[in-house]
Structures are given as structure tokens and as C-alpha cells.
């Protein structure tokens, strides 16, 4: 299956994924995100917030085909 996929903020930077272009990878079927971010080749312990077609997931989620999923690192400001 075909899975689209955003890095924002320093997991972009880290080259990871981009936040300008989504970029699409292939995982098996009934594969969940913490397989996407292993694939992926992300720091788990950097993935904070995980959107899977636009509603917050845990990394426990499974994907299908076509869905857009955006990773986002701690934010924080003051």
C-alpha cells in the first residue's frame, strides 16, 4: 500500500521527510505506524505527534492504502 507522508520541524531538517512536499513510500498491508516510522528510518523517541489523515493517532494505528500521515518532533515555546 501506498502511505504519504510529512516530517515537520527538526524531523524535516534531519532529512527524514519533507514538510513542503509530501512524499509517498509503499509498506506491507495492515502495517501501523510504528512500523511506518521504523521504515522510515525516524527516532522514535523524537516522534511526539502522529496525524493520520488529519486526526491525532498513536503509534499503534494501522494504515491503509492512501492515507497521509504527518509526524511532528515536541514543540515547545514560551
Do not use: W
Not at 509498506?27 to 522510515?40: C, M, Q, R, S, W
Not at 523524537?46 to 500521515?69: A, C, H, M, W, Y
Request: charged share 25%; with cysteine.
Amino acid at each position: 500500500m501506498k502511505i504519504n507522508i510529512k516530517c515537520y520541524a527538526t524531523l524535516s531538517e534531519a532529512g527524514h521527510c519533507d514538510y513542503k512536499d509530501s512524499r509517498v513510500t509503499e509498506l506491507d498491508e495492515n502495517a501501523d505506524v510504528k512500523k511506518l516510522i521504523t521504515h522510515l528510518g525516524l527516532p522514535p523517541n523524537k516522534v511526539e505527534i502522529i496525524f493520520v489523515n488529519g486526526k491525532k493517532v498513536d503509534p499503534n494505528q494501522t494504515l491503509s492504502d492512501g492515507d497521509r500521515v504527518g509526524f511532528f518532533p515536541a514543540v515547545g515555546g514560551m
